[in-house]
């Protein structure tokens, strides 16, 4: 029901038309200054010199350069070129091919010709079989894929090459390798591109404000930055490939890759490798690769690594490792999935039951009712709040929202400490530890002390309340930004103890992936009572992290319930 903390994903460069005709030659500009302030150490001398090369090209070469180098694709018919900003475009082609910034179309690209034939059209390569051999031409109503594989057959990728370049030059950028560093040395990930500028400049987004000389590296080695570099272009890789290739291979390519590669990955690159592993292994998993899954799996703890390989255990027949991983799972539960699971999975061996009733399911079971009409079917949060508000309860949607408005408000200033040396550069919406242990690690003793501090709930309002009053519109991946959702906060604030909001809070900070998410749908209350309530269809499942929440707010005092909805028909001669 809620939303995942994600990062914002964009493929391509957006070109606006409301900003200066050459603002992507500022940012990329700024991009390569700041990377050659912060990483000049851990630059090859190759890509020093890339950079040298590039800052004494003309302004209009600087341009083309950067159009090419955002674009998706790797090779451009150079007829086809138009950019208003640029001007004398055959000079510009000159200069960058003169000074190696491309390269014509040639021999060496044969093994990326499917990108070369995709910049021309059906009919475009018909004509190319004419000019070719007029008396062997394939029929017109061949499919372009065909077409492409009849051309290879008949002809050298030399003789294509050249056919091609005299209908249209075709033109290859170079120093792909060197920009995505640069890009990458920069915005710390894959996902980030230059579109972070446009949006901030066009005002869609606002950006916490650093001091840029507090900005850390984030990554202090070569082998840091080249291994998290590798294995996010594993995955990419992974996402492409699986389309194609059969499981086997699949598991071979990853297999052979971690013995070459895979081991002894810098620490920094750790959590990205390990997200790989599950994505692989739960891949294999789902193509009955149950053996090859396994072994995947066992390359990492991370969740839910270890409940998977239960699983497959259980199911591979080894029951009694099962059995052990159960138990060293409930010894040290990495989340709520993994605390319920290894009791209920537990249970279900050793009694030798097919069927278990799992706690969550008791639980639910175990929960009171309410009758709200079916009308309500597809919007079974809002009968609810009809329903209390019927027996005269003030309530509200509030599952996770304003539970993560206010920690991000309580300690704003505290996630985007840069002395804690995880804010990079100046578009970081999240500090780059935010989904890691380390987050907490890192400030608990600012957390506590910010904790300390708000002991009383009229200082926690004022904190919050300045802080939204501050920071408002400005991104921030736990609050939003709308009428209404600072009220939501403060209703919070207004039913709870301090001790009580103290210690959601620090449970929260330890695991932001997980903690921030399973809170009760609804908030409910009166002037004698309040409770936060998980609503329930007939249909619906609880969920460990549900269950989880439930079972803390019980041990720290904070009223929460579950309530099942049976649905009741309307009587429509009331009506």
Not at 63 to 92: H, P, Q
Not at 243 to 258: A, G, K, T
Not at 262 to 275: I, M, Q, Y
Not at 398 to 405: G, I, K, L, Q, V
């Amino acid at each position: 029901m809620s939303a995942e903390l994600t990062d914002p994903y964009a493929q391509e460069q957006v070109f606006p038309t409301d900003l200066p005709p050459k603002y992507y030659l500022e940012y990329f500009n700024y991009v390569l200054a700041f990377v050659r302030k912060r990483y000049a150490h851990i630059l090859h001398e190759s890509e020093l010199e890339f950079l040298d090369n590039y800052e004494s090209l003309s302004e209009d070469a600087q341009c083309l350069f950067i159009r090419f180098s955002n674009r998706s694709k790797s090779f451009f018919r150079t007829n086809s070129l138009s950019y208003s900003e640029i001007g004398d475009m055959a000079a510009v082609l000159t200069e960058l091919l003169e000074r190696d910034f491309i390269e014509t179309l040639c021999e060496a690209h044969e093994n990326r010709f499917g990108e070369v034939i995709d910049l021309f059209t059906k009919p475009e390569l018909l004509e190319v079989t004419k000019l070719l051999e007029p008396d062997v031409m394939p029929s017109k109503s061949i499919k372009k894929p065909d077409l492409v594989r009849w051309l290879l057959h008949e002809y050298d990728f030399a003789v294509l090459c050249e056919v091609l370049g005299e209908m249209e030059p075709v033109v290859k950028v170079s120093f792909e390798a060197e920009v995505m560093l640069m890009k990458f040395l920069f915005f710390g990930n894959r996902y980030a591109d230059m579109t972070e500028f446009v949006v901030r400049d066009l005002g869609h987004v606002r950006f916490q404000s650093f001091d840029e000389q507090y900005l850390s590296i984030q990554f202090d080695t070569r082998k840091d930055a080249d291994d998290t570099l590798m294995v996010s272009l594993m995955k990419e890789t992974f996402d492409i490939i699986k389309q194609d290739l059969p499981p086997e291979e699949i598991y071979d390519w990853f297999m052979n890759w971690q013995a070459a590669s895979g081991t002894g990955l810098s620490h920094k690159a750790l959590p990205s490798f390990n997200s790989l592993i599950l994505k692989v292994s739960a891949w294999l998993e789902r193509k009955k690769m149950l053996s090859q899954a396994l072994t995947i799996y066992q390359l990492t703890n991370d969740a839910p690594a270890r409940e998977r390989r239960v699983r497959l255990l259980y199911n591979l027949g080894e029951i009694d490792e099962a059995l052990a991983l159960c138990e060293e799972i409930s010894e040290s539960p990495q989340n709520a999935d993994e605390r319920f699971f290894s009791l209920d999975f537990y249970e279900k061996i050793k009694n030798k039951k097919a069927r278990t009733v799992k706690r969550t399911t008791q639980a639910l079971k175990a929960a009171e009712a309410i009758e709200v009409p079916i009308s309500y079917r597809f919007r079974v949060e809002f009968g609810a709040i009809t329903y209390y508000q019927e027996q005269g309860y003030n309530a509200f949607f509030s599952e996770n929202e304003p539970w993560r408005a206010l920690f991000g408000l309580l300690f704003w200033d505290i996630i985007y400490d840069t002395n804690v040396q995880t804010i990079h550069n100046p578009l970081q919406r999240i500090p780059s530890d935010f989904f890691l242990p380390d987050f907490y690690f890192k400030r608990s003793e600012q957390l506590k002390e910010r904790l300390a501090a708000a002991h009383s709930r009229e200082i926690i309002d004022e904190l919050v309340t300045q802080t939204f009053a501050d920071k408002y519109g400005i991104t921030n991946v736990l609050v939003p930004w709308y009428e209404g959702a600072l009220d939501k906060v403060l209703t919070l604030t207004s039913l709870l103890s301090p001790e009580k909001i103290h210690k959601i809070m620090l449970e929260m900070a330890l695991n932001l992936r997980e903690n921030t998410r399973g809170f009760p749908d609804l908030l409910v209350w009166n002037d004698d009572d309040y409770a936060f309530i998980e609503i329930k269809s007939p249909t619906d499942h609880l969920s460990s992290r549900q269950l989880h929440w439930q079972h803390f707010f019980a041990e720290h005092g904070v009223q929460s319930r579950i309530v099942r909805v049976n649905w009741i028909k309307e009587d429509i001669s009331l009506m």
